[in-house]
């Protein structure tokens, strides 16, 4: 059974760091694409990063590109967000996402099958 739990959201001030991290389980990371998303409220979910599981080719929104870095630790079985140079508009709720490997946009929000339950990221002064 597929696991996902992210942790790592708070409060933030504009300008400062977090590192969000989404521990997984029942899966190999290898045949796996995982992904981060992120959804304010009345708006669609946003595809935010994705790293491949067969190539470990990673992908930025252009809203987070120079900012954010995801990592996978293939040990410990996590997949991190380090998010710099933090912005009110990247406020939000972050997901993190898996799906088979796929040549479809990480953006597809209905490509993926499993889904964490959330954290908040509040940034604001």
């Known amino acids: 059974q597929v696991q996902l739990v992210e942790s790592g959201g708070g409060l933030v001030q504009p300008g400062g760091s977090l590192r969000l991290s989404c521990s997984f389980s029942?899966?190999?990371?290898?045949?796996?694409?995982i992904a981060w998303f992120r959804q304010v409220p009345g708006k669609e979910r946003e595809g935010v990063s994705c790293?491949?599981?067969?190539?470990?080719?990673?992908y930025y929104a252009d809203a987070v590109k120079d900012r954010f870095t995801i990592s996978r630790d293939n040990v410990k079985n996590t997949v991190s967000l380090q998010m710099n140079s933090l912005k009110p508009e990247d406020t939000a709720v972050y997901y993190c996402?898996?799906?088979?490997?796929?040549?479809?946009?990480?953006?597809?929000?209905?490509?993926?099958?499993?889904w964490g339950q959330g954290t908040q990221v509040t940034v604001s002064s």
């Open positions: 996402a898996t799906r088979g490997t796929s040549y479809i946009t990480y953006k597809s929000e209905g490509s993926y099958d499993n």
């Open positions: 029942g899966f190999t990371s290898d045949s796996y694409d």
């Open positions: 790293i491949g599981g067969n190539d470990g080719r990673r």
